[in-house]
């Protein structure tokens, strides 16, 4: 197996791993009892959203400094090719 596609097949890991515990925690931990076993393995539901918002901003931010990146460093590609004409 090549090293692309065991990265893959980890990324693809994580997302059903992360998929899965997120849907238990939001669709099932509410209607399990409160002193239950299970509920030391989840954050209180409250992060349930703040997560979730808190990682779409982060991305958002990242998005837009490469999008800005890309941008300055195209200006900076046209201004040099001005000049050396």
Do not use: C, H
């Amino acid at each position: 197996m090549s090293f692309d596609k065991l990265i893959g097949l980890g990324m693809l890991g994580v997302a059903a791993f992360v998929f899965i515990y997120y849907t238990a925690w939001v669709f099932v931990l509410p209607f399990i009892d409160e002193d239950n076993y299970l509920n030391q393995f989840f954050l209180p539901r409250d992060y349930a959203i703040k997560l979730p918002l808190l990682l779409l901003l982060i991305a958002g931010v990242g998005v837009g400094v490469f999008v800005g990146k890309v941008l300055v460093k195209n200006q900076q590609k046209q201004k040099s090719k001005k000049k050396s004409q």
